[in-house]
């Protein structure tokens, strides 16, 4: 009898696909067209993609380690930041959108999979740590050059961004660029699995 989680890989694989794309969005959504009371969500945002760090080393972890390790150390752990962003959150796209990931990406925690499936998901966890990495130091290095779009400085300063995120740290003090890596993360991240998918299947109709 076929697993479940391999009978339903091909949908969970585009799940995440068009959660990539909409978080994508989003990151483009309030880098180019920011509201005076989206100051909240642009705050949960630059969190968002700050506690990627994280996410992306755990997601490799998570696809070599056994999974009892996976589901008693990862699962408790990403759980207790899950809750943070709800409490901390006001945008329940974000924070469901998280929380989806968060399932998507432990889902072979629950269960065993085929060793084409679990060979698939260790190459995109380590894909999606090296282009995290690439990104951060590409968009930090090119700050000056990077377009404001609507986060200009008359908008964060009349928002009142500046008195809400007072804390230190580049993405506190340029949230454009906290929005640009999450813009461009996100969106090579769900190509990346489209490929990869693609790839599966072509190969699994070649051998049929």
Not at 158 to 176: H, I, R, T
Request: with cysteine; net charge neutral; aromatic share 18%.
């Amino acid at each position: 009898m076929m697993r479940i989680l391999e009978k339903y890989d091909t949908s969970l694989v585009y799940t995440g696909v068009a959660i990539n794309l909409l978080l994508a969005f989003q990151y483009f959504k309030f880098w180019c067209w920011p509201q005076y009371g989206d100051i909240d969500t642009i705050t949960t945002l630059t969190l968002f993609i700050t506690f990627e760090f994280i996410l992306v080393h755990s997601g490799v972890f998570m696809a070599l380690a056994p999974r009892k390790m996976s589901l008693f150390l990862f699962f408790p752990f990403y759980g207790v930041f899950a809750y943070g962003f709800f409490k901390a959150g006001n945008n329940p796209f974000i924070i469901v959108s998280y929380l989806l990931i968060i399932l998507n990406r432990m889902r072979f925690a629950f269960s065993d999979v085929s060793e084409a499936i679990r060979s698939r998901a260790i190459l995109t966890s380590i894909l999606a740590a090296g282009i995290y990495f690439v990104l951060i130091f590409v968009v930090l290095f090119s700050q000056s050059i990077l377009p404001d779009l609507g986060l200009n400085e008359p908008f964060l300063k009349q928002s009142g961004y500046f008195e809400q995120n007072s804390s230190g740290g580049l993405f506190n003090e340029d949230p454009k660029t906290a929005l640009c890596l999450g813009c461009i993360y996100y969106l090579i991240l769900a190509l990346i699995e489209l490929k990869l998918i693609n790839r599966a299947q072509k190969s699994s109709i070649a051998t049929h």
